[in-house]
């Protein structure tokens, strides 16, 4: 099914336009932090967001896009990335030690190695955030209604 940009929730949107450009920008960033990163601005105050600045100004993209990551998915690891057929593909990992089969694997792809992090970045975030909002919508629904199941061995 085909996405287009300015319709949707905005990971979605983001997510779009990520897969619509072809090279990072500071507006793109600024954006993605905006949208997708919300720690960073408080972990960024309290000084731990380390040489951000100086990497976008000096568009060392790998390293913010990498930065972002780190800041804003701790939980998260990059599992890998490959370069296949001019396409870069990166997977993010919450567990990279399982096989990859049981393991819960975020991966978005680019032919730009930093969006290609940037995109698997806000598909972790979409990914978080579609798992809050079904939790939500589970422990809201049925809390009233109890059922009781026998389990005596006959």
Same mark, same amino acid.
């Given at each position: 099914? #085909? !996405?287009?940009?300015?319709?949707? /929730? ?7 336009? &990520? ?5 990072? $920008?500071?507006? @793109?960033?600024?954006?993605? &932090? ?7 601005? !408080? #972990?960024? =105050? ?12 000096? /568009? ?9 990551? %780190?800041?804003? @998915?701790?939980?998260? !690891?990059?599992?890998? &990335? ?9 997977? %993010? ?11 819960? &694997? ?12 940037? =995109? $698997? @970045? ?10 809050? *909002?079904? *939790?939500?919508? !589970? ?5 009233? /209604? ?9």
């Amino acid at each position: 099914m #085909l !996405s287009f940009p300015g319709r949707g /929730e905005p990971l979605d949107r983001l997510g779009n336009r &990520i897969q619509l450009t072809s090279a990072p $920008s500071r507006a @793109l960033v600024d954006d993605i &932090i905006t949208t997708a990163c919300p720690r960073f601005s !408080s #972990l960024k =105050a309290a000084g731990k967001a380390g040489q951000f600045d100086e990497w976008c100004r000096s /568009e060392a993209w790998i390293d913010a896009a990498g930065a972002l990551v %780190l800041l804003e @998915l701790p939980a998260w !690891s990059v599992r890998r &990335i490959v370069r296949d057929d001019n396409i870069w593909l990166c997977s %993010l990992s919450r567990m990279p030690g399982l096989p990859a089969e049981l393991d819960d &694997i975020v991966e978005a792809s680019h032919e730009n190695l930093p969006l290609a992090i940037l =995109a $698997s @970045l806000v598909e972790a975030k979409r990914q978080v955030s579609n798992a809050k *909002t079904a *939790t939500r919508q !589970s422990s809201s629904t049925g809390t009233t /209604e109890r059922h009781r199941i026998c389990c005596d061995n006959f």
